[in-house]
């Protein structure tokens, strides 16, 4: 098993996890019809991509007859939360709280965003 900074996403892996997480499973060229309005990628790049993710342990392979069905081996959480670890060790040297700072006066939050972020940090919600 590979350990977590191995299976963080990058980019291109990002478009076919996302396609693999709305369908459960697919072949290459169902996953490559998912993302083709996108990405405009031919069967071939996408089996190419889907047997990289394979080897690092973000998708699993079955053969199913005479082709390859592939499904997710991370969920999205996890892969969501190493995404974001990772952003917040290169953006801001790994402190937790200046990230969140940057985010709340970055951001153009609502009232109700407000309260609901206080809530969940603990604060009071009014």
Known sequence: M????????????????EALWSRGRGTAREIAEHVHAERRWHVSTVKTLLDRMVAKDLVRARRVGNVWEYEPAVEPVAARRAAWRKFVAAAFGGAMELALRFIAED????????????????????
Do not use: M, V
Not at 4 to 15: G, Y
Not at 107 to 126: F, M, V
């Open 2 to 17: 590979t350990n977590d900074a191995e299976r963080t996403l990058n980019d291109t892996e990002w478009a076919l996890i």
């Open 107 to 126: 951001a153009k939050l609502s009232a109700a965003e407000r309260r609901s972020l206080r809530k969940l940090l603990g604060g009071d919600a009014k």
